[in-house]
């Protein structure tokens, strides 16, 4: 059963084409992460996703209820959590989460009974009445999450959720929702972290607003392949020039030139004799995402 389906979506805003004809599925209890550059359109999707936006064209569907014509109906059955905190700082763990509770409907008694269930589950009982402005960022975060949580969602959506984070805190986060997922939740995130990112069923690649790629970690590692070649020259423009007339797939990272190869010991003596500039520095980089993702997005390029 399909917990998300997401038809011919685009999305423009301020006259930018932000989101480009869509189509995907996700299926109900599966963990799907979604990875991009800055700019792919992750938030606008995250935003769609929660009804905080109506697509320009294209529709999605939430466990059956259109985003557009019944978003009460599903705003019932998510939580979310966003980059930005939603917090009220003054306020202790407790007051934030019984205010919501109450928001959502729940009763005096089950709600507070909801609330003490959620910060034992989280080991943060004990933090139940210290304002929020004195808890730590790792500690904000996990209640943002318990907060989500609060109404039981069938579909938990992220957004970046452990920006800023340190490994130790991101890994309890990951933890608590993981789980959520074998409880039988639906999750949705988007994030910069690749280790985050596999630890998703399926992962998908945005580029320039369009699905570049949509598969299980394995299978996309599978896909990459071969090497990656990580360049240092003196001369950027002049380097790459030379590279992409020899044929040559290569995009600028930073300082660094990367291209893909299939045997990097014995590309790489001639492409230091080619070049018409010095090269400073030269690494050969094993199959990852980011050497999936390269090749990719230069595919996209107009």
Same mark, same amino acid.
Not at 125 to 153: F, T
Not at 188 to 194: G, R
Not at 195 to 223: F, H, N, T, V
């Given at each position: ?15 930018? @084409?932000?989101?480009?004809? $869509? *189509?995907?599925?996700?299926?109900s209890? *599966?963990?799907? %992460? ?11 999707? $995250? ?14 569907? $939430? ?12 705003r019932?059955?998510?939580?979310? +959590? ?8 003054? /306020? ?25 269930? /959620?910060?034992? =589950? ?10 929020? @402005?004195?808890?730590?960022g790792?500690? @904000? &975060?996990?209640? *943002? /999450?318990? &907060?989500?949580?609060? #109404? ?18 991101? =890994? ?7 789980? $959520? ?9 988007a994030?910069?972290?690749? *280790? ?5 069923? &399926?992962?998908?690649?945005? =580029?320039?607003?369009r699905?570049? %790629?949509?598969?299980?970690?394995? #299978?996309?590692?599978?896909k990459?392949?071969?090497? =990656?070649?990580?360049?240092? +020259?003196?001369?950027?423009?002049? %380097?790459?020039?030379?590279?992409? @007339?020899?044929?040559?797939? +290569? +995009?600028?990272?930073?300082t ?8 990097s ?16 520095? %030269? ?7 980011e ?9 996209? &390029?107009?």
């Amino acid at each position: 059963m399909e917990a998300i389906r997401i038809e011919a979506l685009s999305q423009q805003r301020c006259g930018r @084409q932000v989101l480009s004809d $869509l *189509e995907l599925e996700v299926r109900s209890g *599966e963990m799907f %992460a979604q990875q991009g550059p800055n700019a792919a359109g992750k938030p606008t999707l $995250l935003s769609l996703l929660s009804t905080l936006l109506r697509p320009s064209r294209g529709r999605i569907r $939430l466990l059956g209820h259109d985003t557009v014509t019944a978003a009460t109906a599903v705003r019932r059955c998510i939580g979310v +959590v966003f980059q930005g905190a939603a917090l009220k700082p003054r /306020l202790s763990a407790w007051d934030n989460l019984c205010l919501i509770a109450r928001c959502y409907g729940l009763s005096t008694q089950r709600a507070q009974r909801r609330c003490m269930d /959620l910060l034992v =589950q989280s080991q943060m009982e004990d933090l139940a009445h210290v304002p929020v @402005q004195r808890l730590s960022g790792g500690q @904000q &975060r996990r209640l *943002e /999450l318990l &907060r989500a949580c609060l #109404a039981e969602p069938r579909v938990l959506l992220l957004d970046e959720a452990t920006q800023g984070l340190d490994v130790l805190v991101r =890994q309890a986060f990951w933890r608590d929702v993981r789980g $959520l997922q074998q409880q039988g939740c639906t999750v949705f995130y988007a994030t910069h972290y690749l *280790e985050e990112a596999m630890q998703a069923e &399926r992962i998908g690649m945005l =580029q320039a607003g369009r699905l570049i %790629a949509s598969d299980s970690p394995q #299978a996309l590692l599978s896909k990459a392949g071969g090497t =990656q070649l990580s360049l240092e +020259v003196e001369d950027i423009p002049l %380097a790459m020039t030379c590279l992409q @007339q020899q044929g040559h797939n +290569v +995009v600028q990272h930073g300082t660094r030139l990367l291209l893909s190869c299939s045997d990097s010991g014995t590309v790489l003596p001639g492409l230091i004799a080619s070049l018409p500039c010095a090269m400073r520095r %030269a690494d050969v980089l094993p199959p990852s995402l980011e050497s999936l993702f390269v090749p990719a997005v230069q595919e996209c &390029r107009p």
